[in-house]
T-cell receptor, first 115, second 110 residues
């Protein structure tokens, strides 16, 4: 099976702009989670989508949003970018059955630099 | 809210030394615990996980971790490290969502 893919891999934006990141999960996986990774804060959970619905949400402002499509692909959007949004954004997919401790499989990430 | 603490931010060891990386989470109840590893230039990948049963969990590449409920701990161990174990290690706990520790950078000297 192909792994989790994320596009683009690198992105440079300026403050105030908005950005959309894309994640394609492993085939058959229905859950997609997004994380922000920075040197200071480590890995922080943004949100999880399962069957096109947001199932869990972390403590990020409303500028961070996401969605999931019927084919389980997910997009994450950040509006009104701030310098502090510079980070590696990771996507992880899993089977999504909440009763099972499923393993998450991570993508390579999108490195976003905000100037 | 649940939180995860990894005691060591940076560890340097020589090959063949024994390794123990500390991890504590903030409160009990039913939790699922994980260790993830990120090798240089590679994706984050699962090393091992605990959800019930034997508190001593064995993972890939000779790693193991012990869940001690009374101490809210899930420390990672390896009896003899190799240069290829150089990586960043993340402890994580899941109740309704997964919370990661800030990671420990492990550097093995050849």
């Amino acid at each position: 099976k192909a792994g989790v893919t994320q596009t683009p891999r690198y992105l440079i934006k300026t403050r105030g702009q908005q950005v959309t990141l894309s994640c394609s999960p492993i085939s058959g996986h229905r859950s997609v989670s997004w994380y922000q990774q920075t040197p200071g804060q480590g890995l922080q959970f943004l949100f999880e989508y399962f069957s096109e619905t947001q199932r869990n949400k972390g403590n990020f402002p409303g500028r961070f949003s996401g969605r999931q499509f019927s084919n389980s692909r997910s997009e994450m959007n950040v509006s009104t970018l701030e310098l502090g949004d510079s980070a590696l954004y990771l996507c992880a997919s899993s089977d999504g059955q909440a009763l099972v401790v499923e393993t998450q499989y991570f993508g390579p990430g999108t490195r976003l630099l905000v100037l | 809210a649940q939180s995860v603490s990894q005691h060591n931010h940076h560890v340097i060891l020589s090959e063949a030394a024994s390794l123990e990386l500390g991890c504590n989470y903030s409160y009990g109840g039913t939790v699922n615990l994980f260790w993830y590893v990120q090798y240089p230039g590679q994706h984050l990948q699962l090393l091992l996980k605990y959800f019930s049963g034997d508190p001593l969990v064995k993972g890939i590449k000779g790693f193991e971790a012990e869940f001690i409920k009374s101490k809210f701990s899930f420390n990672l161990r390896k009896p003899s490290v190799q240069w290829s174990d150089t990586a960043e290690y993340f402890c994580a706990v899941k109740d309704d969502k997964i919370i990661f520790g800030k990671g420990t950078r492990l550097h093995i000297l050849p």
